[in-house]
């Protein structure tokens, strides 16, 4: 079977820095790392690498390229000087999937009890698969990044393994 | 499925992400050593458990992880109203009229 006709993918993109934020003053916090912090949960902004999801009123997912990692932190423990934050280094704790191809509605439905065909192109949310908390982000129309703890993902990947040759055989 | 509205997420959601977390409106005494046993024991254990609309405390772990208030109609199982936490409870009569 080849990659173009399946219906859907599973793929691990390359590992990135986790960042789990909670703030009171998103917009300074926002100014001092350089992006745009959203205020709706379930939104997120995307400025070059780097990205941030907010999941709750005080929370966010903040995600940068893996070698940002150690400036990230420095520049959070300097607003963390005049601003009351909590700044935890979740990188290692999570892993992402990369969810793709035409029927990835149908793979994700197997687990998540959301409507993910609502969910907007570029925000994502925090939701459960199969008993296990994960957040997920709409990166296209087709296009889902699954975001899990690392240990619940042998679970998840066995599950979607067994979803993904369902769907290539047309169940 | 049971679809249940959070306040915070300000969308209807699937009742899996929502955790039930007891009857709402319930303070703890400013200064438990100064109450009675009987207020005590009231304060810890003696709910109201009515057969008709329930004010009750969820969460939405599985989301924003928000503890919230709503109004359940507990015959129909129908959410009546949804609430953030400190605000005040909903006008109990006009929310069981709507539930008839
Ligand atoms: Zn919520």
Redesign the interface.
């Known amino acids: 079977m080849s990659l173009t006709t399946a219906p859907a993918v599973i793929t691990e993109p390359a590992s990135t820095t986790r960042i789990s934020l909670r703030i009171i003053d998103p917009a300074a916090v926002g100014a001092g790392l350089g992006l745009a912090f959203p205020t709706k949960?379930?939104a997120r902004t995307v400025a070059g690498a780097r990205s941030v999801l907010c999941?709750?009123?005080d929370?966010w997912l903040v995600q940068a390229p893996e070698r940002e990692g150690e400036a990230m932190t420095e520049a959070l423990a300097a607003i963390g000087t005049t601003l009351p934050l909590s700044a935890v280094d979740i990188s290692d704790r999570e892993i992402t999937l990369a969810l793709s191809g035409p029927a990835v509605l149908d793979l994700l439905a197997i687990g998540c009890?959301?409507d993910l065909a609502q969910l907007p192109v570029g925000s994502g949310?925090?939701?459960?698969f199969d008993t296990v908390?994960v957040v997920l982000t709409r990166e296209a129309p087709d296009r889902f990044h699954l975001t899990v703890w690392r240990s619940f993902a042998p679970h998840l990947q066995a599950l979607l393994d067994i979803a993904l040759r369902e769907l290539a055989t047309g169940l | 499925?049971l679809l249940i509205r959070c306040p915070?997420?300000?969308?209807d959601?699937?009742e899996?992400?929502f955790a039930y977390a007891g009857e709402a409106h319930i303070a703890r005494p400013q200064d438990p050593s100064s109450v009675s046993d009987e207020e005590w024991r009231d304060f810890l254990f003696i709910r109201s458990n009515p057969r008709g609309v329930h004010v009750e405390r969820w969460r939405h772990v599985?989301?924003?992880?928000?503890f919230f208030n709503a109004a359940r109609e507990t015959v129909s199982d129908r959410f009546l109203a949804t609430y953030k936490a400190g605000e005040p409870r909903p006008d109990i009569a006009s929310l069981s009229g709507e539930a008839r």
């Not at chain 2, 915070?8 to 969308?11: A, L, M, N, S, T």
């Open positions: 949960i379930g999941l709750g009123p929370e009890p959301r949310c925090r939701t459960l908390q | 499925m915070y997420c300000e969308q959601l699937p899996l992400e599985n989301g924003c992880a928000r």
